[in-house]
């Protein structure tokens, strides 16, 4: 009997040695619940000769409509720009990996080749996933909020869904880089925007009370959000704001009863909105989900711009 339980102890060991060599020669897979992270800083910018000049597109709010975020997706392929950014809502669930595959699916072919800056929208919370699926430039700030600089441009993205009153870290971590910088152009996005016209929306209370009179005193040039599904470009106080949220969600419906200024231009389109930075002038484009020109608009530059 002692034989006997020799042996199968041997023949155990010798099975556990069998399993543990085969693991080490099979090479490990990324799965859904192990994502590799993509981080733009990977991504090379493309070499130019444009000193003064470079392009970059800005959309948001993909979620579940795919069919349309991928002939978005072809559009900024063929213009080629230098950056893409995304205002958030990547996808509908974020608690779901599935959903987070077929974003992921969808922007490869720009975002292997273009560096693709995003920012947490409301949709993309649970389980970690954003944090998981996306790592900021990390010239500044934390995973969730964070600023890089570009040529003549910085930009910062902000996470409108972590606390930012004015006693929370990331409003001090924002209005220090706002001091900081002394580039001619001043570019924030993020997801909820300030001004709305919407139904049932309207203006976000809490987000213009945070940042707008910040946005005045520092001079911004441009301010990007989403949330809301379509296009809306108002200019308040010398600022800029573009709601890009048209990159695939349905889209919502304008309220003709909410205030408006005389100049502002709105629709409810599919779209995207390709910026082209010359020197001291930002022009801006939105084209539709058929390639049509929208809107057209220019923001001068930080000095220039009238108080």
Do not use: C
Request: charged content about 20%; overall charge neutral.
């Amino acid at each position: 009997m002692r034989k006997l339980g020799f042996l199968f102890l041997l023949l155990m060991a010798a099975l556990v040695v069998l399993i543990f060599l085969t693991l080490q020669q099979t090479p490990t897979v990324p799965s859904e619940s192990q994502p590799v992270r993509y981080s733009p800083s990977a991504i090379p910018f493309q070499p130019t000769n444009r000193e003064e000049r470079f392009d970059f597109v800005a959309y948001g709010d993909a979620r579940n409509g795919h069919d349309k975020h991928r002939t978005l997706v072809q559009h900024i392929i063929t213009l080629n720009p230098d950056l893409v950014i995304s205002t958030g809502d990547l996808v509908e669930h974020g608690r779901k990996d599935k959903e987070w595959h077929t974003f992921l699916e969808i922007i490869q072919p720009l975002a292997e080749k273009i560096p693709y800056y995003t920012i947490r929208g409301n949709h993309d919370q649970g389980r970690g996933n954003y944090e998981k699926r996306f790592a900021p430039p990390n010239d500044s700030g934390t995973d969730l909020y964070y600023s890089f600089d570009y040529k003549n441009v910085h930009f910062i993205g902000l996470d409108t869904n972590e606390p930012f009153g004015k006693m929370s870290a990331q409003r001090y971590w924002l209005e220090k880089e706002l001091v900081a910088t002394d580039k001619p152009h001043i570019i924030v996005f993020f997801h909820h925007p300030l001004f709305g016209i919407t139904k049932g929306r309207g203006d976000n209370v809490r987000v213009k009370k945070a940042f707008h009179n910040l946005f005045v005193k520092y001079n911004v040039n441009l301010v990007l959000a989403g949330h809301d599904h379509l296009y809306y470009r108002t200019r308040r106080n010398g600022v800029t704001y573009v709601t890009t949220g048209g990159g695939g969600a349905p889209l919502y419906h304008v309220d003709e009863e909410l205030p408006r200024l005389t100049n502002d231009v709105w629709g409810e389109y599919n779209h995207f909105v390709h910026f082209t930075i010359t020197g001291g002038l930002i022009k801006g484009t939105m084209i539709d989900i058929d390639g049509k020109i929208r809107d057209s608009f220019t923001i001068p530059s930080r000095q220039a711009s009238p108080r």
